[in-house]
C-alpha cells in the first residue's frame, strides 16, 4: 500500500505506541493539545527520521558538516518520501542578511543593473554591498555606523586644565597639547573658535608636537578615538564592547545615509530608480513598478514579479527586499522560506509545516491555504501541524492526538476528514461546532493610559491610549503597524511594562522550568536540610554534576571524519549527578526523581512547602501541567516559554502587561484557560495589553484597538478603538467582517 505513509509503534517522546496510515499526495492536518505529541510524531520521527536516511546517502566528509538526527523509537516506516521542513524558526543572520538575499531575489536585480542600468559601471559585484566592488567604503555596506557622542568626551563648560576631557586615559594627552602651545588650557571649550575646536576634534594642520622624547604627528581626539576603537581590527572584548556601548551611539553612514552600496552603484539607474529606491519599495509598491518598466530584459523583469507575487499572495506585501532577516517575526520567516519551493520542479516530496498561521490575521489564512493546495496538486504530501480552525478546513485528512498533554497524552483520538470530526466526540471537534460569543460584560474604560504620537515605519502620528485595568485586544492584518505602534508610542511613555513574548528564556541543555521560574534554589535548600549536605551537592552545574559526563548526561565520541557519537553516560546513565547525590532523598524521592515529576504532581509533592507549591500551582494554571520540573528549555516550543513567562508574573498586581500572540501553539480548548489567565491578571488589579488575531480572544476583550486598514503603507491608523460589542458594527475594520 504505497499510496500511504505507514507507521507502527512510535515511542517517540509521549507516544504511546502509535500506528497509523497517513494518505500520501494529500493534505494532513495534525491537531490537538499543547504537548499531546503532534511534533513527536510530525517532527521527531517522520521529518527526522526522512532526513536522517537522506544524509546517511552523503560520503562520511560531507555528512560530518550536516546537522545530526537520532533514529526516533519507532517499530517501522514504511513508504517515506524526502521530507521537507518549513518551521517558525527565525530566520535570523546578521546585518547583511536581507529578505532580497534570503529569497534569491538579489541577484536577479543585480543582473537586471547590470544589463538595462544607465550609466553602465560593471559587474553583479558593483550592485552587491556584501562585496568590495558594491559597498560604502565608509560603513562597508552596513549602512549604519557607530560614531562617538561628544557630550560623553567634551565638556564645553570647562578648560582643558579643568577636566574637559572626560575620557580619563585621553586627559594626559590633554596636558600635552597644552604644554605644546597648542591650546589654551585655560580657555573654556564653549569659548574656542571654530577653527580651534576644529583642531581639538581633528586637527590635521598642527603637523608635529614633542610628546615626551619623542615628535609625534598632532591627533585630534575625536580621530583618536575613532582609530584607537573604531577603526581598528582588534578583537571585541567585554571591557571594549561596555565602552563603546558608553560612549558611542549608532547613527546612519554619513557617505551613503543608511543606502549602503558605493556611489557609482547608487548612479545607476532603471526608469529613474537606483536599486537602493527599489529595495525600499513596499513590495506590492514595487510590483507596479516593475510592472511598467519598458525594457530589452523582460525575461528578468518577469521572473521578478513573479518571485515578488508570491511574496505578496503570503500576505508580505507590507515587506520591502532591504528589511533584515534578522528582524522578522517566526511567522514571518516560515512564508519567507515558503516562497523558495514555489517553484520548485521537485514532486513527491514531504512537506512539513509547523502553525503557517501564526502572525496571520484571518483575512490572510485563505492565501496560504492556496500554497497548501498547490503543493497538494503538484504531487506533494502536505503534513500541517495546525489549531486554525480555516486551515483545518481545507484538509483531506485530519489527526487529532491526546487526549490531553505530557503524560496524559500520545495517544491517537481521531482520524478521518472535516466532516467526520465535526460529528466526532473528541475535543477539536466539540470546539469546531462551538461559537465562542462576543463578551457581555466587558469592562468599562474609564481612566486612559497614554502614548506618545508616532509616525515610525508606516504609522501615521498615531497615539496608542489603553484603559487602566481592562483587558485590551490589539489586532490588525500583519505589517498594519500594532508592534510598531506598541513599540514606538505606547512603550516610551511606560518602559517599565512587562514583556511576555516568546523569546528571552534561556534555551540550552543545562536550564529548565525549575530554574527559570525559581525554585531550584529552594529545592536544594530541602534536599540540604534534610540530608545534612550543602545545597550545591544538588545542582548537576556544581558539586554534584557525575564527573564522567560533567553533569550534561551524555558523552560524545569524535571519529575523524565520521558523526560525532552521542549516548548516555555509562556512570550516571543520562542522570547528570554523581552516584552519591542520589543516596539522599526528600520525601521519598531523590533529586532526578524529583526533577522528573510534572508540574500537575510537582504540586501534590510540595503540598506542604508554601513557597514552592504556589509558584507550581501557577505553572500549573497557565496550562504547564504536563510539562516536566527539569525538562530542557530547549525543548519547549515558543508558546511554552510565553506561559512560563506568565506563571512567573502570575501573582504581581498593579502592573502593566503586553502579550505578544499568546495564542501560539495553542489548541482552541487551551484558548479558553488563556483568556480565564489574562482575565485574572486583571482582577487582581493589572493592566493587560494583547496584540492577538486569534478570533476568540478578540471577542472576549474589554476593549479593541484594529490597527489597519490594511498592511504596510495601506496601514499605519487606528480605524477602531472602543468596547468589543461597537467593533462589529464598524465599516473601517476588516477584522470586524470576520467576528
Not at 597644552?178 to 594642520?205: H, I, M
Not at 490572510?364 to 503538484?378: A, T
Not at 509558584?615 to 516559554?641: D, F, P, R
Amino acid at each position: 500500500m504505497t499510496d500511504f505513509i505507514h507507521i507502527q509503534g512510535d515511542r517517540e517522546n509521549n507516544l504511546k505506541n502509535v500506528s497509523l496510515d497517513i494518505p500520501k499526495h494529500k493534505i494532513t492536518i495534525f491537531t490537538g493539545v499543547s504537548g499531546s505529541g503532534k511534533s513527536s510524531l510530525v517532527f521527531d520521527t517522520l521529518a527526522n527520521e526522512s532526513q536522517r536516511l537522506l544524509n546517511e546517502t552523503y560520503p562520511s566528509f560531507v555528512r560530518q558538516f550536516m546537522p545530526k538526527y537520532e533514529r526516533p523509537k519507532v517499530d517501522n516506516i514504511d513508504n517515506l518520501p524526502a521530507s521537507i521542513v518549513i518551521d517558525q524558526k527565525s530566520l535570523g543572520g546578521n546585518a547583511r542578511s536581507t529578505l532580497a538575499t534570503i529569497t534569491d531575489i538579489a541577484p536577479i536585480l543585480r543582473q537586471l543593473f547590470v544589463h538595462v542600468g544607465v550609466p553602465h559601471i560593471g559587474g553583479v559585484d558593483h550592485f552587491s554591498f556584501n562585496m568590495p566592488a558594491g559597498m560604502c567604503p565608509d560603513c562597508q555596506g552596513i549602512g549604519r555606523k557607530l560614531t562617538l557622542r561628544m557630550e560623553k568626551m567634551f565638556d564645553l563648560e570647562k578648560s582643558l586644565n579643568n577636566g574637559a576631557i572626560l575620557y580619563k586615559p585621553y586627559q594626559k594627552i590633554a596636558a600635552m597639547y597644552v604644554t605644546n602651545g597648542v591650546f589654551d588650557g585655560d580657555k573654556l571649550l564653549k569659548d574656542y573658535s571654530d577653527e580651534e575646536l576644529a583642531r581639538l576634534y581633528s586637527g590635521k594642520d598642527v603637523g608635529k608636537i614633542k610628546m615626551g622624547e619623542y615628535n609625534l604627528t598632532y591627533e585630534g581626539f575625536v580621530d583618536r578615538f575613532n582609530r584607537g576603537f573604531l577603526q581598528s581590527d582588534g578583537d571585541m572584548n567585554d571591557k571594549k564592547q561596555k565602552l563603546l556601548d558608553e560612549m558611542c551611539v549608532e547613527a546612519l553612514c554619513p557617505t551613503c545615509q543608511g543606502q549602503r552600496l558605493s556611489q557609482d552603484a547608487l548612479s545607476v539607474k532603471i526608469g529613474g530608480y537606483n536599486i537602493y529606491q527599489l529595495m525600499d519599495m513596499q513590495l506590492t509598491e514595487l510590483v507596479d513598478v516593475l510592472s511598467a518598466l519598458t525594457t530589452t530584459a523582460e525575461a528578468a523583469v518577469k521572473l521578478l514579479i513573479e518571485q515578488l507575487q508570491h511574496l505578496v499572495e503570503l500576505g508580505l506585501g507590507y515587506l520591502t527586499l532591504n528589511r533584515e532577516t534578522a528582524t522578522l517575526s517566526g511567522g514571518e520567516s516560515q512564508r519567507v522560506k515558503l516562497v523558495k519551493h514555489l517553484n520548485n520542479p521537485l514532486t513527491d516530496m514531504l512537506y512539513v509545516f509547523d502553525e503557517p498561521s501564526v502572525g496571520l490575521h484571518p483575512r490572510d489564512v485563505h492565501r496560504m491555504n492556496e500554497i497548501f493546495i498547490k503543493l497538494r496538486d503538484k504531487g506533494n504530501t502536505v503534513l500541517i501541524i495546525e489549531h486554525d480552525p480555516d486551515v483545518i478546513k481545507i484538509a483531506d485528512w485530519i489527526v487529532e492526538l491526546g487526549p490531553k498533554a505530557g503524560k496524559h497524552g500520545g495517544e491517537l483520538v481521531f482520524e478521518g476528514t472535516y466532516a467526520e470530526l465535526l460529528t466526532s466526540d473528541c475535543l477539536t471537534g466539540r470546539y469546531l461546532s462551538h461559537q465562542t460569543p462576543l463578551k457581555e460584560s466587558a469592562r468599562l474604560a474609564q481612566k486612559f493610559l497614554e502614548g506618545v504620537p508616532s509616525s515610525a515605519h508606516n504609522l501615521k502620528n498615531q497615539t496608542l491610549k489603553i484603559p487602566e485595568n481592562t483587558l485590551t485586544i490589539l489586532t490588525g492584518v500583519a505589517g498594519s503597524g500594532k508592534s510598531t505602534l506598541v513599540e514606538t508610542s505606547f512603550l516610551v511613555n511606560y518602559p517599565d511594562a512587562v514583556r511576555v513574548d516568546q523569546n528571552g528564556i534561556s534555551a540550552n541543555s543545562r536550564s529548565n522550568p525549575a530554574t527559570y521560574i525559581g525554585i531550584m534554589d529552594p529545592i536544594r535548600k530541602l534536599f540540604a536540610k534534610e540530608n545534612g549536605q550543602k545545597p550545591n551537592l544538588f545542582s548537576y552545574n556544581s558539586a554534584g554534576a557525575c564527573e564522567a559526563c560533567g553533569g550534561k548526561g551524555y558523552t560524545e565520541s569524535s571519529l575523524a571524519f565520521m558523526d560525532p557519537v552521542r549516548q548516555d553516560c555509562e556512570v550516571c546513565e543520562g542522570k547528570r549527578y554523581a552516584q552519591e547525590v542520589l543516596g539522599y532523598t526528600y520525601n521519598g524521592l531523590n533529586i532526578v526523581e524529583v526533577l522528573d515529576l510534572t508540574v500537575e504532581e510537582a504540586e501534590g509533592f510540595f503540598a506542604k512547602v508554601p513557597a514552592i507549591k504556589k509558584v507550581v500551582t501557577a505553572m500549573n494554571e497557565v496550562g504547564l501541567g504536563y510539562v516536566t520540573l527539569g525538562q530542557t528549555t530547549s525543548t519547549l516550543s515558543g508558546g511554552e516559554k510565553q506561559r512560563l513567562k506568565l506563571a512567573s508574573e502570575f501573582y504581581q498586581k498593579g502592573s502593566l502587561y503586553v502579550l505578544d500572540e499568546p495564542s501560539t501553539g495553542l489548541h482552541l480548548s487551551d484558548i479558553e484557560r488563556l483568556v480565564k489567565i489574562m482575565n485574572h491578571f486583571v482582577d487582581a488589579g493589572n493592566t493587560v495589553v494583547v496584540i492577538e488575531h486569534q478570533l476568540d480572544i478578540i471577542k472576549q476583550g474589554d476593549w479593541i484597538v484594529d490597527v489597519g486598514p490594511d498592511g504596510g503603507d495601506g496601514g499605519g491608523e487606528i480605524v477602531f478603538e472602543g468596547p468589543v460589542a461597537a467593533l462589529a458594527t464598524s465599516k473601517a475594520s476588516i477584522t470586524a467582517q470576520y467576528l
